[in-house]
């Protein structure tokens, strides 16, 4: 089984509508990350999680929400999608804010 | 402020070809460096690391990087190029001075030729 699961894997949504993206990890980690990459820009971080009681904005926070219900779950919400949001979505965990992160697969997220 | 840069969008070798990814970085101190691969449809991995000690660090499937601080640059090499290295490449760097920074370059898509 993977370390890093994302779901859904591919999302087709409307503008306006709210959309959440779901990670767990078995890997045991605190640390936590969403990134979202788009072609040319390579990956920018969109929020990240020390631990459960700790969550900072990244990068590109605007218009995204997130929530860490527990050491192996962190959620990514759009509270209302625009296309511009349109892009590829990872999560990935850390054991240590310098060290490897290990990715999940990706969600392809397409709003209309 | 920290940045990474990857010069080359695309790179196209032949199979069996030698390689070298350039990536330059900005950061006041010593950097944590990486280099990941991201295959198509899947999320990255990692190739190697670099933190401290000998500049010459190897990796998983045949690869090397070379930090230079001299230069700000920390390339990735291979010295024979397979089909199946076909991915695109990022360099990131960790900077943990001041607000907490993992940064991605742009990356380098590479094409292997036949």
């Known amino acids: 089984d993977a370390d890093v699961t994302q779901t859904p894997r591919n999302r087709i949504t409307k503008t306006g509508k709210r959309i959440m993206l779901e990670c767990s990890q078995t890997?045991?980690?605190?640390?936590m990350y969403w990134y979202r990459q788009d072609p040319g820009l390579g990956l920018r971080l969109i929020y990240y999680s020390f631990d459960v009681k700790d969550i900072n904005k990244g990068e590109i926070s605007d218009g995204y929400s997130v929530s860490r219900q527990a050491q192996a779950k962190f959620s990514l919400s759009l509270e209302s999608a625009i296309p511009n949001q349109t892009a590829l979505y990872f999560c990935a965990t850390s054991e240590m804010v310098t060290s490897e992160q290990f990715f999940g697969p990706g969600t392809r997220l397409t709003v209309l | 402020a920290q940045s990474v840069t990857q010069p080359d969008i695309h790179i196209t070798v032949s199979e069996g070809a030698s390689l070298e990814l350039r990536c330059n970085y900005s950061y006041g101190a010593t950097p944590y460096l990486f280099w990941y691969v991201q295959s198509p449809g899947q999320g990255l991995q990692l190739l190697l690391k670099y933190f401290s000690g000998d500049t010459l660090v190897q990796g998983i499937k045949g690869f090397e990087a070379e930090f230079k601080r001299s230069q700000s640059s920390f390339n990735l090499r291979k010295p024979s190029v397979h089909w199946s290295d076909a991915a695109e490449y990022f360099c990131a760097v960790v900077s943990t001075s001041g607000t907490y920074k993992y940064i991605f370059g742009t990356g380098t898509r590479l094409k292997v030729l036949a």
């Open positions: 890997k045991g980690h605190d640390r």
